[in-house]
């Protein structure tokens, strides 16, 4: 190290990695493979992919602010020098990136910040197709109040009415109209003069507003299942997830929220916590599946398990989307998610009964417009449906690993299905079990 110093002192650095022979420098340095960069609402990530281990650090400077990290034995090269070119504009957090060699076996990247950030770094081991990760991630200071950040989005809808997706409605409203004629009537004529004796029976009955809580599975890091075609599993299940909040937000006494609206990663027990931090009345998370047979097929409904899984292959599958923090990247040092981890364990029967009901009436609905996998609701040891009070369901809409349902998913007339019949199921659900008053500032 010190002879290396001195020669860089005397020749410099340009000269100095011609002077160290190439294979050498291969086995102790890493290179970058690839540079990401995921803006959102809730946090910003920057990915820095490489091949080997590194040694950084990071401060932050004041006036203006910025944050700079140091990798060494590092050089810059191309891959870094793209990093620029991924900010986007309306980056919530950041506002320029300048990337440099600061000395001869050091990279300096320098984020120029918009806000007040609290930046998290830490590294993630090679995992699935990734290689080692250095992420930075930047979180406001001060985490907006979730169900104030809820009633603002719901004025904002309020304010533009206007639905991208009014073709596609009336197009599906003819086609139901159709279906409705060929349905058996019995149903709706049972159904209908209960439910007026009902309303009747009881004086001015005051609904209260319920939330529902819809997890678009994956997002950023997190590609999810991947269809023979390309159809990534987070890009269909966000657009699926968006229809359903617009079904469910359309309803009246009822509202909806995203634990993503965009594409980045959100760790497991953090869609929990989003949830709760809006007192969600229900927790829905969107998938599809995906299987090593393109020949499996069809939609499916899971609640969490009591004790693991139902069945091998339940379990196979909960691994597989348990494993999905492990690919997005968590930073283990999170302490509040090691918290949240605890608090997930308390899962009790009551909320597995309410979401057996619900998963019912969800997987009922879905059979009109999709195939089921599996004719029952199935039982799985979902992360992300441990929520002890809340009745959780993961709805795989259909297998993305099937040639034929991977083109349904990425027809907007078929994911508005999907969306108008979960929306259904959930709908349904309440007018069954009416959610009982409970007070709320919201
Ligand atoms: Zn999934």
Do not use: C
Not at 104 to 125: G, M, S, Y
Not at 131 to 151: G, H
Not at 187 to 193: D, L, R
Not at 340 to 369: F, H, P, R, W, Y
């Amino acid at each position: 190290m010190n002879t290396r110093r001195t020669v860089l002192k005397t020749l410099g650095a340009s000269l100095l990695l011609q002077l160290v022979p190439v294979g050498a420098r291969a086995a102790e340095s890493a290179r970058f493979v690839d540079v990401r960069l995921w803006p959102a609402e809730d946090y910003t990530r920057v990915t820095l992919e490489h091949d080997g281990a590194l040694k950084y650090k990071y401060f932050l400077v004041e006036n203006p602010m910025r944050m700079v990290v140091d990798i060494s034995d590092m050089q810059l090269d191309k891959t870094l020098k793209n990093l620029t070119d991924r900010l986007k504009p309306d980056d919530p957090y950041v506002q320029q990136i300048r990337v440099g060699q600061f000395n001869a076996d050091t990279v300096r990247i320098v984020f120029d910040l918009k806000a007040q950030v609290r930046p998290e770094v830490f590294t993630i081991d090679p995992v699935a197709e990734y290689k080692n990760r250095l992420v930075v991630d930047f979180y406001p200071k001060t985490p907006p109040d979730p169900l104030i950040a809820l009633l603002k989005d719901q004025q904002q809808d309020a304010a533009t009415p206007s639905y991208k997706d009014d073709e596609i409605n009336r197009a599906l409203n003819l086609a139901k109209a159709d279906q409705t004629d060929k349905a058996p009537a019995s149903e709706s004529a049972k159904e209908s003069p209960r439910k007026a004796k009902a309303d009747a029976d009881s004086t001015p009955q005051v609904r209260r507003l319920v939330t529902v809580a819809i997890d678009p599975g994956h997002g950023g890091e997190d590609p999810g299942a991947i269809g023979r075609a390309g159809t990534r599993e987070k890009d269909v299940v966000l657009e699926i997830a968006r229809m359903l909040k617009q079904e469910i937000d359309r309803t009246p006494g009822m509202r909806a929220m995203l634990t993503r609206n965009d594409d980045y990663f959100v760790p497991l027990g953090k869609r929990v916590q989003k949830a709760r931090g809006v007192k969600a009345d229900l927790f829905v998370s969107v998938h599809a599946d995906g299987f090593i047979k393109p020949s499996a097929r069809g939609s499916s409904v899971f609640v969490l398990s009591e004790r693991g899984a139902s069945s091998s292959a339940a379990r196979w599958l909960a691994d597989k989307q348990n494993a999905s923090d492990l690919i997005g990247g968590v930073n283990i040092a999170d302490k509040d998610n090691q918290l949240a981890k605890v608090l997930l364990d308390l899962s009790t029967t009551a909320q597995i009964n309410d979401s057996m009901k619900l998963g019912g009436a969800v997987l009922g609905k879905l059979a009109s417009v999709n195939q089921l996998h599996k004719a029952y609701v199935e039982q799985a040891g979902f992360a992300v449906l441990k929520a002890p009070d809340i009745p959780s369901i993961l709805v795989e809409t259909a297998f993305i690993s099937n040639p034929a349902e991977e083109k349904k998913l990425n027809d907007p007339h078929q994911q508005l299905k999907i969306a108008k019949a979960i929306a259904g199921g959930v709908k349904e659900y309440f007018d069954k079990n009416p959610p009982v008053a409970r007070s709320r500032i919201a």
